[in-house]
């Protein structure tokens, strides 16, 4: 099946997901995660329709937006983020979906202040508290949530979250809910420069279920461009 193919698929499924669950499918953005696939695919993905792509490694963010891959569609960051590269994603990108410790959020904050913008992000959940996940655990969300006037330069949009991996349908749906209902004791809470808009959950192989507990950004790879070739990394 061809890029745009497995695109119209996956809608399909969001929809019946979305229709099941008493949701309107419009409340539901997919993003492509785009890694390790070129720029031709990139856009063969957006011309078939997705909502956004997310990058996760900085050296195929700068390599591709040079290569003007992204042109028709927001390009988010959905990958570890060292701080010493904020640089070159801070301003390049819509939105930073994984700021992961306070010593990136400070950077990001840093960088932003420095080029006197305003840079949208997620915050993201270590949700299955893996050890080796990167992500904050749900107190210090709030922590930061408390302090969130010391980033003047950052607008918090929503959370992120990378459930442990699934073996069966509906395995991570406690994550899931998780994650809503935090999302909607924030709102509940919420100050200033922050918004719950976005719920970024939800992945190939589990996006009906993220959909059915309230997701509203599902992040798709495989099922877009098919299995990653990891032989060919460099
Ligand atoms: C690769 C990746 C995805 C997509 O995973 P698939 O299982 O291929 O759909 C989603 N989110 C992040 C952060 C990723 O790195």
């Known amino acids: 099946m061809s890029i745009a193919e497995n695109i119209a698929a996956i809608r399909a499924k969001m929809?019946?997901?979305a229709i099941a669950a008493g949701r309107d499918p419009k409340d539901i953005l997919l993003c492509a995660a785009t890694k390790m696939n070129d720029a031709e695919?990139?856009?063969?993905?957006?011309?078939?329709?997705?909502?956004?792509?997310?990058?996760?490694?900085?050296?195929?963010l700068t390599a591709k937006l040079a290569d003007n891959a992204y042109t028709g569609a927001?390009?988010?960051f959905i990958g570890h983020l060292q701080t010493n590269k904020v640089k070159q994603v801070v301003g390049k990108v819509d939105l930073i979906q994984s700021v992961d410790s306070l010593r990136l959020l400070e950077a990001v904050q840093k960088e932003a202040a420095r080029q006197n913008i305003c840079q949208s992000i997620l915050l993201e959940i270590n949700i299955g508290q893996e050890e080796n996940k990167t992500g904050f655990a749900i107190p210090?969300?709030?922590e930061i949530l408390?302090?969130?006037?010391?980033?003047?330069?950052?607008?918090?949009?929503?959370?992120?979250a990378i459930p442990p991996i699934c073996e069966n349908p509906g395995d991570n749906d406690k994550f899931f809910q998780e994650i809503y209902?935090?999302?909607?004791?924030?709102?509940a809470k919420k100050g200033d420069n922050v918004s719950m808009d976005i719920l970024s959950m939800g992945m190939s192989d589990d996006f009906a279920d993220a959909i059915r507990c309230g997701s509203t950004m599902i992040r798709v790879g495989t099922a877009i461009f098919g299995v990653r070739n990891y032989a060919h990394q460099q």
């Open 15 to 17: 929809n019946a997901a």
């Open 41 to 60: 695919a990139v856009r063969e993905a957006i011309l078939g329709g997705v909502d956004c792509c997310g990058e996760n490694r900085v050296q195929e």
């Open 74 to 76: 927001p390009v988010h």
């Open 140 to 142: 210090e969300i709030w």
């Open 181 to 187: 209902n935090l999302a909607v004791d924030i709102t």
């Open 146 to 160: 408390d302090n969130i006037a010391n980033f003047p330069n950052i607008a918090v949009k929503g959370l992120m």
